[in-house]
């Protein structure tokens, strides 16, 4: 079922480690806490902060899973942990994701497209991976590793007509770009969440529904 994102600040998680380079877990449950008591309106999981590129799929996956079951009941998650390049692998990792009932699938743009493809391809890609999934909200990260690919207001506005796109990370630090991905999305279900302190002020007067960044 596709819930409704709450509005509001949704911190990138970073992942702490041990002296000997495992997940601290202990540390995990901690933090999710110290962001709860902050009063924070969810969390991004399993993003680029979380070191996702730097992890294998089965760690994600696990460190998604202790997420789920230690967070406070009534913290949203979104979260991501999209890293391959291959569209029916990144499919069945992002089934394996959903499966731990996170509120939203988190994409990251750059996945969908190389550097020097076109918005059109970057579409097909997306679609076609999207149309493979369980019912779920979508997001998109503007991640800026391996390059940093930031969305249009024609894709954004093609997304929000799908009805699916709840969440946008945008990374773009541009507050005339912001207005005019706004614009696109307007009466839709796709909120945008600037994820830059410098024109997050700006950006919440007209109209962005929150604050997602470190």
Not at 196 to 205: E, G, I, P, V, W
């Amino acid at each position: 079922m596709i819930k409704s994102i709450p509005d509001g600040v949704y911190p990138t998680m970073i992942t702490p480690y041990t002296t000997d380079n495992k997940i601290d877990y202990n540390a995990v449950e901690q933090l999710l806490h110290w962001y709860h008591e902050r009063g924070v309106a969810g969390i991004f999981a399993i993003c680029q902060s979380s070191e996702i590129f730097f992890l294998s799929f089965e760690e994600r996956l696990e460190l998604l899973k202790f997420i789920m079951s230690h967070k406070p009941a009534d913290m949203t998650v979104v979260a991501s942990g999209h890293t391959a390049d291959d569209l029916d692998v990144q499919i069945r990792e992002a089934k394996s994701f959903i499966d731990c009932g996170i509120d939203a699938y988190v994409f990251i743009a750059n996945r969908f497209a190389k550097a020097d493809e076109s918005d059109d391809i970057l579409l097909k890609n997306m679609e076609y991976v999207a149309s493979n999934l369980p019912e779920i909200g979508l997001g998109v990260y503007e991640c800026p590793y391996p390059y940093k690919r930031v969305l249009t207001p024609y894709l954004l506005k093609k997304m929000a007509e799908t009805g699916k796109y709840q969440f946008l990370k945008d990374t773009c630090c541009d507050i005339d770009m912001i207005q005019r991905k706004l614009d696109a999305v307007k009466g839709s279900e796709l909120k945008i969440y600037n994820a830059n302190s410098a024109t997050l002020l700006d950006s919440l007067r007209i109209g962005c529904a929150g604050f997602s960044g470190v």
